[in-house]
T-cell receptor
């Protein structure tokens, strides 16, 4: 089935540092989504991107829809301890609403 | 709090058994999705219902089945359980089954098959 390749798998950073992660696909996506999952919780939508080249921010988070439609990037600026969690990229697949997810980037922020 | 509720939160059972997971979507949401999250496979789409009707199927085993009731709550039935079925099972809901609609995830049910 379709897979989204997400990197890096994990990151260990100091509080205050900026973070970048990305997601790539061998197929074109018309929507890119970024979710965050805290331990013991379900994923929560952070940012949704609907147009190639689109750059969208949500507070300290900024995500971009790659112009090839095959990739997306998420940046977190000035990280804080509550940014800890697993970040997933996702997109609707096969002309439907069912989402395919990347394997996630696990972020650890050291105070 | 996403507004999606799932019960039970934890479930421990034995191989060969059958369990039922329950999901109540957000008020007003008509579409329900079920996902499985395991360490090796990540988050995988299982099945989707819209207003009581099955709308899309993903990697759902024949031993698994689901339904959505007239009050829009949904149940996922897992039978002849195997060790490999141990995973987190999430339900998500959206107002309508459109790609632009945000899917809101519940807190999940953690299933452990011994």
């Amino acid at each position: 089935g379709q897979q989204l390749n997400q990197s890096p798998q994990s990151m260990f950073i100091q509080e205050g540092e900026d973070v970048s992660m990305n997601c790539t696909s061998s197929s074109i996506f018309n929507t890119w989504l970024w979710y965050k999952q805290d331990p013991g919780e379900g994923p929560v939508l952070l940012i949704a991107l609907y147009k190639a080249g689109e750059l969208t921010s949500n507070g300290r988070l900024t995500a971009q829809f790659g112009i090839t439609r095959k990739d997306s990037f998420l940046n977190i600026s000035a990280s804080i301890p509550s940014d800890v969690g697993i970040y997933f990229c996702a997109g609707p697949w096969g002309g439907s609403e069912k989402l395919v997810f990347g394997k996630g980037t696990k972020l650890t922020v050291n105070p | 709090d996403s507004g999606v509720t799932q019960t039970p939160k934890h479930l421990i059972t034995a191989t060969g058994q059958r369990v039922t997971l329950r999901c109540s979507p957000r008020s007003g949401d008509l579409s329900v999705y079920w996902y499985q999250q395991s360490l090796d496979q990540g988050l995988q789409f299982l099945i989707q219902y819209y207003n009581g009707e099955e709308r899309a199927k993903g990697n759902i085993l024949e031993r698994f089945s689901a339904q959505q009731f007239p009050d829009l709550h949904s149940e996922l039935n897992l039978s002849s359980l195997e060790l490999g079925d141990s995973a987190l099972y999430f339900c998500a809901s959206s107002h309508k089954p459109r790609r632009e609609e945000t899917q809101y995830f519940g807190p999940g049910t953690r299933l452990l098959v011994l």
